[in-house]
């Protein structure tokens, strides 16, 4: 099977922008992999897209087809969804396809509109990763959904919403320097502390926001890049994916996440490492209880070993594990269908040196990207290493 | 690469069912594959499935974890969405998946709700397909974008209403024994002639229906088949996907389908024949127009030259080379998501002989599926060859 490189990678900066149709956004990020990539949009052989809401957003599906001719790519297009892992899933068919030998250049990508769609629409959109029958006409919105998750976790492991805050207060300084964040401002433990109570006893500062925005990254075979003469010394060498029950009152665990256990699983199996070999990683925040939950589930922290990991600076930029170093979701921002796709752009300017935050880090070799959807009902983990 | 069997298929009658829900639709045709097959749940190792607007009909996304819930598979699950093309693109990745040894049982399936959101609801839901932006904002529906089509046709290459009638009266009446079809009444190309137009050149008899419904199959690897001792004499053997602009007015061709044009070539090049090899096609008959435009694409008959095919016999069940004899998408039905699995399993039992129409033909070994997203912006190709 052919190594899958990474050639190029492009982001949109995400934030508030209501009035750029999906397109447009997607057409940015896009062109930016693929000018980074040095690969011109007629060579790509596939498109994996990601989007979780478009049909609510813009009234439009068939995105696949629409976001090629936005970039000038004619070529095979397939959107993908699994929620907020959305473009997780479209990078994992986008690696299949350059392994199996099926493209030598694929674009993989992602985007979300979600500001047009006004606080109440975003929220009810989002509302739509949970079981509709059984969780959302309960009265189940996703904040009351990862409270529940905290409120398990601190009752099972121990823990405090100090120790979370500790979590978005890493996050915000991370974003501080990253130009395509949505929040650059640093916050204190105590701002976190005392911000208004979204579902008790996760705080606004717990809770990542509503974001617009589009990611892409071409992924080539290592014959492609190495007869092309493309700069491309990242490669994915892992990619693996789990699930679960979609409805949280069905799982075993409330505390815990068994898909993406399955998902890191995989990813290690298939790159022939271990949690141990990490030396940073970027996961689902998107709400700090959920970093807890993703550091200990793909093996970083024994379960109940997360919660302090943060507030003891071990995953901190100088910490033995940086987590989250572009900012994550909480600070970088959460366009949901892109999310998977931007956490590889940032792992892959991390690994290359190029980042805004390179000169923070030891000169990391193995990143590892965790995007998860719904409740975690879904997981991927992509393992990236850098040739130096 | 592993070479993929179909073990089991499984389908619900297509038709009105408003009160059924999605999860109920799939665990029927799941369940059904997956008995067929003799294959357990828990075997499962990973589901694809293909949906297109269960936003819009169940206020559902994340429809892959409830899925696999629903048939009792605990395994990573993928939501494919490609318009009416969406479990074509979900086999495609089932294939890939089996080829490259990452998992030896895969079941793949698609569902569709559209009858609950009556008939103004699901045809502004079937309009997300198209380009929202610049083709549903201006008046375009599905019914006149494919008129616009059968004139741009009429205006090449000739032909008739007649012609397009003779398409309907033959795939009505090979849906007569089919006990999942929508439709079991046979026609009369004096009566398609005489139904209302519904956007001219196209009558009431030239469109497929609006239906409810579901679809799986069980796919896995030949070596997991031959060690389990299943019956799985059924080889997916070909898979390719093409894709064009999305909106009509950007494409070069009314009158022609080069998105099925490069599936197929793909597909042919992947099972190593060509058109000529193809003893039974089911091809994307939404439209009759759009059976022509693909028997063509498919390179079964020259540019201009398929319009006549049913009106001659030859596409009829005791013609050179029979056309839907599930009754296609005109009068099987089409549950949109589900579609592209139902030609898989309508395919699979003809090859078999296991079908109602099975006694009709002369032991067919080389089956070709073709799925269409949109007004062709999207295409996939199967083709399927059945040991003897």
Same mark, same amino acid.
């Given at each position: 099977?052919?190594?899958?490189?990474? +050639?190029?990678?492009?982001l949109?900066?995400f934030?508030?922008?209501?009035?750029?149709?999906?397109?447009?956004?997607?057409?940015?990020a896009?062109?930016?992999?693929?000018?980074?990539?040095? %690969?011109?949009? $007629?060579?790509?052989?596939?498109?994996?897209?990601?989007?979780?809401?478009?049909?609510?957003?813009?009234?439009?599906?068939?995105?696949?087809?629409?976001?090629?001719?936005? %970039?000038?790519?004619?070529?095979?297009?397939?959107?993908?969804?699994?929620?907020?892992?959305?473009s997780? %899933?479209?990078?994992?068919?986008?690696?299949?396809?350059?392994?199996?030998?099926?493209?030598? @250049?694929?674009?993989?990508?992602g985007?979300?509109?979600?500001?047009?769609?006004?606080?109440?629409?975003?929220?009810?959109?989002?509302?739509?990763?949970?079981?509709?029958?059984?969780?959302?006409?309960?009265?189940?919105?996703?904040?009351?959904?990862?409270?529940?998750? /905290?409120?398990?976790?601190?009752?099972?492991?121990?823990?405090?919403?100090?120790?979370?805050? =500790? @979590?978005?207060?890493?996050?915000?300084?991370? /974003?501080?320097?990253?130009?395509y964040?949505?929040?650059?401002?640093?916050?204190?433990?105590?701002?976190?502390?005392?911000?208004?109570?979204?579902?008790?006893?996760?705080?606004?500062?717990?809770?990542?926001?509503?974001?617009?925005g589009a990611s892409?990254?071409?992924?080539?075979?290592?014959?492609?890049?190495?007869?092309?003469?493309?700069?491309?010394?990242?490669?994915?060498?892992?990619?693996?994916?789990? &699930?679960?029950?979609?409805?949280?009152?069905?799982?075993?665990?409330?505390?815990?996440?068994?898909?993406?256990?399955?998902?890191?699983?995989?990813?290690?199996?298939?790159?022939?490492? &271990? $949690?141990?070999?990490?030396?940073?990683?970027e996961? =689902?925040?998107?709400?700090?209880?959920?970093?807890?939950?993703?550091?200990?589930?793909? &093996?970083?922290?024994?379960?109940?070993?997360?919660?302090?990991?943060?507030?003891?600076?071990?995953?901190?930029?100088?910490?033995?594990?940086?987590?989250?170093?572009s900012?994550?979701?909480?600070?970088k921002g959460h366009p949901?269908?892109a999310t998977g796709v931007a956490q590889i752009a940032s792992?892959?300017?991390?690994?290359?040196?190029?980042?805004?935050?390179?000169?923070?880090?030891?000169?990391?070799?193995?990143?590892?990207? =965790?995007?998860?959807?719904?409740?975690? +009902?879904?997981?991927?983990?992509?393992?990236?290493? %850098?040739?130096?």
């Amino acid at each position: 099977m052919s190594e899958v490189r990474i +050639a190029g990678v492009g982001l949109t900066p995400f934030g508030r922008m209501p009035d750029r149709t999906g397109r447009d956004l997607f057409a940015e990020a896009g062109l930016a992999a693929l000018d980074d990539a040095g %690969v011109a949009p $007629p060579t790509v052989e596939h498109l994996f897209f990601g989007n979780f809401m478009g049909e609510l957003a813009e009234h439009q599906g068939h995105q696949g087809p629409l976001m090629a001719e936005a %970039v000038g790519v004619n070529a095979p297009a397939t959107r993908l969804e699994t929620a907020c892992a959305s473009s997780g %899933v479209a990078v994992r068919e986008a690696v299949k396809t350059v392994r199996n030998g099926e493209a030598d @250049v694929v674009l993989v990508g992602g985007m979300e509109r979600m500001t047009n769609m006004g606080t109440a629409g975003a929220t009810d959109g989002l509302s739509i990763a949970a079981d509709d029958l059984y969780e959302i006409r309960a009265g189940m919105t996703f904040p009351g959904a990862y409270a529940l998750m /905290a409120t398990a976790y601190f009752e099972e492991y121990g823990g405090s919403v100090e120790d979370l805050a =500790h @979590v978005a207060v890493k996050n915000h300084d991370n /974003a501080l320097p990253n130009e395509y964040a949505q929040f650059r401002n640093a916050i204190t433990v105590e701002q976190a502390l005392d911000a208004p109570r979204i579902a008790d006893p996760l705080g606004l500062f717990d809770s990542c926001p509503i974001s617009d925005g589009a990611s892409a990254a071409v992924l080539v075979s290592e014959e492609f890049a190495e007869r092309e003469g493309l700069d491309a010394a990242v490669s994915v060498t892992g990619s693996g994916q789990g &699930g679960d029950k979609l409805a949280l009152h069905d799982r075993e665990w409330l505390a815990r996440s068994p898909a993406t256990e399955k998902a890191a699983e995989m990813a290690y199996d298939d790159a022939g490492i &271990g $949690p141990d070999d990490v030396d940073l990683a970027e996961v =689902h925040d998107c709400f700090t209880i959920a970093e807890v939950l993703a550091i200990e589930a793909l &093996g970083f922290y024994d379960y109940g070993e997360g919660v302090g990991a943060a507030r003891d600076g071990e995953t901190t930029r100088d910490g033995r594990l940086p987590i989250n170093v572009s900012g994550g979701l909480k600070a970088k921002g959460h366009p949901v269908g892109a999310t998977g796709v931007a956490q590889i752009a940032s792992l892959t300017k991390l690994l290359r040196g190029t980042h805004p935050r390179s000169s923070d880090l030891d000169d990391p070799r193995v990143g590892l990207a =965790h995007n998860a959807g719904g409740t975690v +009902a879904s997981a991927t983990v992509h393992v990236l290493e %850098v040739e130096r």
